[in-house]
């Protein structure tokens, strides 16, 4: 299954990993951005976000061969 704040981000199987990031960024608040504090969360958030997307892409994968 995949994470509910991925699914939000609304991309394609085949976006690329700089694609993943910037739709992220977009996705978080513009003051949850800009507090220093939140920075810890925010990375863990974007790697979250790609390791969705990168298991994402082994099953699309796994599923055309």
């Not at 977009?26 to 810890?40: E, I």
């Amino acid at each position: 299954m995949t994470d509910p704040a991925y699914q939000r981000l609304g991309l394609p199987a085949t976006a690329s990993p700089c694609a993943v990031l910037r739709a992220a960024v977009r996705a978080l608040h513009p003051d949850t951005r800009a507090v220093r504090g939140f920075r810890p969360a925010r990375k863990r958030f974007y790697r979250q976000m790609l390791c969705a997307h990168a298991a994402r892409q082994a099953v699309g994968d796994e599923a055309t061969r």
